[in-house]
């Protein structure tokens, strides 16, 4: 032994030994427990809420959605916009864009593009019924509520410029949102089952 190295300590005489620290054993583990591993935690806002108007992610029908699915589900809806720059055919050509570039590929995208389309028809349908009546009353009133009706006129075109671009937020991050009525429709439609929100 070396002159600075001290012995081991003995035991006091008459005093208990000390037991030697032994490694503690790994935890025991069924041979199921190895073999699954933990599911990964929920994204938030990837399942629909009870009686939100949300379907589940991914219909009985289909998988998983690609990035392409979800950007081509949201130009169905944000391409209607295009009637501020070509009025009449503009909000009708947008939703037919995205119908026709992905029909054949894409449920959700043909989901999507229908009710779009569907429901921009239903409001020129309702801009232009509204046309008239609103251009009698100016005649007979001699304008006097022009500025009355134009303000109801354009604060609608926002409302419903901003409505459609929540759709289209909605179907970009894959959720099966719908527009009231049309929606159900679209959605039998494209998938052959009534909407079952989650």
Sequence with gaps: ???????????????????????????????????????????????????????????????PLTDDEKLWGMLAHVLALTMYVAPLVGNLAGPAVAYFARKDQSKFVRFHAIQSFVLQLALLAVAIGLSIPTILLLFVTRGFLIYDLWRFFAL?????????VLMGLKAKNGEFCKYPIVGDWAYKKVYEQDWKPV
């Design 156 to 164: 609608a075109g926002v409302a419903v410029a901003v409505y459609v």
């Design 1 to 63: 032994m070396a002159e600075n190295e001290s012995p081991p300590s003995a035991p006091a005489p008459g005093g208990p030994a000390e037991p030697e620290a032994k490694p503690a054993p790994p935890a025991a583990q069924t041979p199921e427990a190895a073999k699954e591993p933990e599911a990964p935690p929920a994204k938030p806002g990837t399942a629909g809420q009870a009686g939100s108007g949300t379907a589940p992610q991914t219909p009985a029908a289909g998988g």
